[in-house]
Structures are given as structure tokens and as C-alpha cells.
């Protein structure tokens, strides 16, 4: 499953890439390395708490709501998680989930 691959990006190094690290010819990865290494640690971390991909199975909507609660958090300063991580994993889940 493609989760796998998420969590191969998350064992890269906190830092950015450069050079031959990158993937693509003009680096147009650079800039979302560090995004890239939230949403995968935030997949590894949801694989805990929702056991056999369950979260997978869940409609499109379900994650957008999940998503816009976590932004909602996020603009009221609410610091207890990595909101903005989240967000955008769950979005990345909607994409999946169509």
C-alpha cells in the first residue's frame, strides 16, 4: 500500500535535500520536503490509532470535515497537536479515498 511509501519519507532526514537527494531534475520537491515529512509522519503515527488502514475506508467528506476542524484549531491557537499536519494529511486522504 502507498502507506508504506509515506513511511519510507519520513525516515529521510529532517533537513532538506540536495543535490543528488532530489528526485527531480528541477527540484520542484525542495520545497515540500518538509511538508511531505509531516504527512508522513502523520500517517505513521494514525497507523497506531486506526489499525488495518481503517482509515482509508472512510468517505471523502468524513476526511474534509476532519481537515476543517483541524484548520478551525489551528486559526484559534489551539497548539496540542500539529494541526496544520494533520490537515493536510487528511485532505491527501480525501484525494485517496475518491
Do not use: C, N
Not at 5 to 15: D, H, N, V
Not at 40 to 54: I, K, N, S, V, Y
Request: aromatic share 4%.
Amino acid at each position: 500500500m502507498w502507506l508504506t511509501t509515506f513511511r519510507e519519507i519520513g525516515k529521510l532526514p529532517a533537513r532538506r535535500p540536495t543535490g543528488s537527494q532530489l528526485d527531480d531534475e528541477g527540484g520542484l520537491l525542495l520545497p515540500l520536503h518538509r511538508a511531505l515529512v509531516a504527512v508522513a509522519a502523520t500517517l505513521a503515527a494514525g497507523r497506531d490509532t486506526h489499525p488495518d488502514d481503517a482509515g482509508f475506508r472512510l468517505s471523502p467528506e468524513f476526511h474534509v470535515e476532519r481537515a476543517r476542524r483541524h484548520l478551525e484549531l489551528l486559526a484559534a491557537g489551539d497548539s496540542s497537536e500539529p494541526h496544520l499536519a494533520h490537515a493536510a494529511t487528511r485532505l491527501l486522504m480525501a484525494i485517496a479515498a475518491k
